[in-house]
């Protein structure tokens, strides 16, 4: 699936959807520290971990919330890449959705 797939079906199947890049430069933080700042917002949802470890180096973060039913419970996914943090919320919303055997 290509990236606008993915957002396309997150647009389609989710209450909201909202995209951030970099927003630690509005604090004038690096991504450690904004992690260090913010350890209940940024403690999980990373793909994979190894790419928290990216994110800082890299000094550049992506975050995609979710609101998958209503405006009130959400889910937030991190990476050091749009793509891959646009797949991780994806293919984990995706998950989330199908019918349990």
């Known amino acids: 699936m290509s990236i606008s797939e993915e957002l396309e079906w997150l647009a389609a199947n989710m209450h909201e959807v909202s995209v951030d890049m970099n927003p630690h430069r509005a604090n004038y933080n690096s991504v450690?520290?904004?992690?260090?700042?913010?350890?209940?917002?940024?403690d999980d949802?990373?793909?994979d971990p190894a790419d928290r470890a990216v994110a800082e180096k890299?000094?550049?973060?992506?975050?995609?919330?979710?609101?998958?039913?209503?405006?009130?419970g959400f889910r937030v996914y991190h990476g050091?890449?749009?793509?891959?943090?646009i797949y991780h919320a994806w293919a984990?919303?995706?998950a989330a959705r199908e019918p349990k055997p």
């Open 32 to 42: 450690t520290q904004e992690i260090a700042d913010r350890p209940d917002w940024f």
């Open 92 to 94: 984990s919303e995706r």
């Open 45 to 47: 949802g990373w793909g």
């Open 58 to 72: 890299e000094n550049r973060l992506f975050s995609v919330q979710v609101y998958p039913d209503t405006p009130i």
């Open 80 to 85: 050091s890449s749009l793509a891959e943090t």
